[in-house]
């Protein structure tokens, strides 16, 4: 899906990420803590009124540059893609990974609609800022944080009646747009568009009236100051605004990330992922479900240890624990796939002497066997031969 993802927003046509993260954001960004309406589920945004708010001028150009990822993935909702690829670009574009899963829907029609005018109006300032998010129940520092996406893309005349780019790299997420805010001397740019700010060094940079907010406001001023200085507190707090943004009046699934680090059973599935069986045994005699699956990936604790090539995990999850030999994940790969991938010989054996189904396809309709196959194709490690070999005995 990543992938996919990519392909969409970067190629040979353009690049697209800063759109990206503008419509996850504009989709999120709806959300009200006192009548509990709006956020990113229910991909509303593709309705009327709200595709029309003028907040949303032209973003019906990235909800149909992603239309061939929906072909490819039919079964993931608008309100999920949105947000994948917003998250997503962030990464991309040099920025943090942001924690996202998926389990959002997409509602019927536009009676859904939140009522529009709930978006930042560029033109306000520090009180309209903390109105608009403390509706969403943001503070000051996360209020700073988020407004640090502007370090990607730029405005323009015709959706905003604003222009230009925030920035000196408009396509790396980085803390230029605090460094440009609090370091240069602006003015008012004297033109025919709306009322915004110029750097008076080289007139090519902008700021819109809620930037200079965040400069000229106290307590804004704090914490633009100090992403101004420390790029990583920057990535840190925005990684955590942003993706508490995007799973706003989501389902519980949606924020899973925020729990799963702390739980046993998302702790068993790292620790099988790295081979460490006493940590396995442990968490499971903690209370760890060793069925889960990652809601983001679908992926559980045998295909991680398979992946890696954890024979001695991959035969505690199975004769100890019982975990489901097939399992297919969000590629449709099984455990079994993985392993004959990277050619973990003693990994297949294991499988497939307890029964695992070497008939089933992945989304690319290729059973194991042939994932080895092509695999060995481009392989120095001269290990798949084995595999093959072994996969071809349990042809059905």
């Known amino acids: 899906l990543k992938s996919d993802v990519r392909c969409a927003l970067i190629n040979d046509k353009v690049n697209a990420c800063p759109m990206a993260v503008r419509i996850a954001w504009h989709a999120s960004g709806t959300y009200c803590k006192e009548s509990n309406t709006g956020g990113s589920d229910g991909a509303t945004m593709r309705f009327e009124p709200e595709s029309s708010d003028g907040a949303n001028a032209g973003l019906s150009i990235i909800r149909d540059m992603l239309h061939p990822v929906t072909a490819k ?5 608008t309100a999920d893609l949105w947000t994948t690829a917003g998250a997503a670009a ?34 306000q300032g520090a009180a309209h800022l903390r109105d608009v998010f403390g509706r969403m129940g943001f503070n000051d520092a996360e209020i700073v944080a988020l407004s640090g996406a502007h370090t990607l893309g730029r405005c323009h005349m015709t959706r905003s009646g604003f222009d230009g ?23 008012p740019r004297q033109w025919d568009g709306n009322f915004q700010y110029e750097d008076v060094e080289t007139k090519s940079l902008m700021m819109l009236p809620t930037d200079m907010a965040l400069r000229t406001d106290p307590e804004f001023a704090k914490t633009a100051r100090l992403y101004a200085d420390d790029e990583q507190a920057f990535f840190r707090d925005f990684t955590a605004a942003y993706s508490k943004l995007l799973s706003l009046n989501c389902p519980a699934s949606c924020t899973e990330f925020g729990q799963n680090a702390s739980t046993p059973s998302s702790q068993l599935r790292e620790n099988a992922m790295h081979g460490s069986i006493e940590k396995v045994q442990q968490f499971k005699e903690a209370g760890a479900d060793v069925h889960e699956v990652e809601a983001t990936s679908g992926r559980n604790a045998l ?3 398979a992946y890696w090539g954890h024979d001695h995990v991959v035969k505690y999850l199975v004769a100890e624990c019982g975990i489901g030999l097939d399992v297919q994940d969000s590629a449709g790969d099984t ?16 499988l497939l ?21 092509e695999y060995a194709k481009s392989s120095t490690a001269g290990r798949h031969e084995a595999v093959i070999a072994k996969l071809e005995t349990h042809r059905k």
């Open 303 to 305: 295909h991680k240890a």
């Open 353 to 373: 002497d307890n029964n695992a189904d070497p008939t089933i396809t992945n989304k690319d309709g290729m059973t194991a066997l042939q994932v080895a196959v």
């Open 90 to 123: 962030i990464e991309f574009t040099g920025g943090p990974k942001i924690p996202h899963a998926l389990g959002r829907t997409d509602k019927p029609d536009g009676s859904y609609c939140p009522p529009n005018g709930r978006l930042p109006d560029a033109s």
């Open 335 to 350: 455990a079994l796939h993985d392993a004959a991938r990277f050619a973990h010989l003693e990994v297949v054996n294991a």
């Open 73 to 77: 993935h039919p079964e993931l909702s």
């Open 165 to 187: 780019p925030w920035s000196t790299s408009p396509l790396t997420f980085n803390n230029d747009y605090f460094v440009q805010l609090m370091n240069k001397e602006w003015q």
